[in-house]
C-alpha cells in the first residue's frame, strides 16, 4: 500500500475513498505473508500462531515516556500509520472514533491508539494536533526510529519509505494496515479490518469484552 502527500488531512465519519478498501486488503495480505506459514492460525484465531504484539516504551503526543504497562487493564486498539497518510489512515481514525462512540459505556474498556511509523516528521506535538481531530480518547505515539521498528516488528507490521522527490519531506510510508485488538494483560486478541465500518468494528470489539 502506498501513499503519497505531504498534506494532513482529517475527513469526517463515513467518507470512505474508492482506494481504502483496496489498500486495506493489500496491506493485510502483506502482513500474512510477514507472518509466514502462521498466517493463517493467527487471522482465524486458532491457538498456536505467532505471538503479536509485546513489551514497548514510546513517547506520547504529550511528550512523555510510556510504556505498554502503562495501559495494562484496558483494551488496547492499536493501529499503526502516519500522518501524512492522505487516506487509509484518517478514514481508519474515523471509523474507529465512530467505534468508540457507538460503544456507549463499554468505550471506557478500550485506549484506541495510533502509533506512527514516520517518527522523523510526526514529533508528539504533530501527534497531538492530528489524534485530537478525531477522537478525544485516541493516543498518538511516537518514538526514535530504532523504538518503533522495535514496536513495529513485535506487531509484524511492515512499512517502508517511499521517496517521492529531493527534498528532505518528499516522501510517502508504505505500510500494512490491521487494527489489534489487545487485551487487559496486553495479549492478542483479534484483528479488527481497517476497511470495516465504525458499526461493523464496534460490534466485533463488543463481542470480545469482559
Known amino acids: 500500500m502506498t501513499t503519497s502527500t505531504n498534506m494532513q488531512t482529517a475527513r469526517p465519519p463515513g467518507q ?6 483496496a489498500f486495506a486488503v493489500i496491506g493485510l495480505l502483506i502482513a500474512v505473508l510477514l507472518l509466514g506459514g502462521g498466517g493463517f492460525l493467527w487471522l482465524t484465531g486458532v491457538t498456536g500462531g505467532p505471538n503479536i504484539g509485546g513489551p514497548f516504551t514510546l513517547v506520547n503526543d504529550n511528550g512523555k515516556t510510556v510504556s505498554s504497562r502503562d495501559f495494562r487493564g484496558k ?3 492499536v493501529y499503526f500509520g502516519y500522518t501524512y497518510c492522505p487516506d487509509v489512515c484518517p478514514t481508519t481514525l ?6 468508540m462512540g457507538k460503544l456507549g459505556a463499554k468505550a471506557n474498556q478500550v485506549q484506541p491508539i495510533f502509533i506512527t511509523v514516520d517518527p ?12 485530537s481531530a478525531f477522537s478525544p480518547s485516541l493516543i498518538g505515539l511516537t518514538g526514535a526510529p530504532a523504538q518503533i521498528a522495535a514496536v513495529a516488528k513485535e506487531y509484524r507490521v511492515y512499512y517502508a519509505k517511499h521517496v517521492t ?3 528532505p519531506n518528499d516522501y510517502s510510508m508504505d505500510h500494512s494496515s490491521i487494527i489489534y485488538l489487545m487485551g487487559p494483560d496486553g495479549r492478542f486478541i483479534a484483528p ?4 470495516d465500518s465504525g458499526a461493523q468494528m464496534a460490534k466485533d470489539i463488543a463481542k470480545q469484552l469482559s
Open 16 to 21: 470512505r475513498p474508492p482506494r481504502t478498501f
Open 94 to 99: 474515523n471509523s474507529i472514533a465512530e467505534a
Open 120 to 131: 522523523q516528521r510526526d514529533s508528539p506535538a504533530v501527534m497531538k494536533r492530528y489524534v
Open 75 to 77: 483494551y488496547m486498539l
Open 165 to 167: 522527490g529531493p527534498g
Open 192 to 195: 479488527i479490518a481497517a476497511s
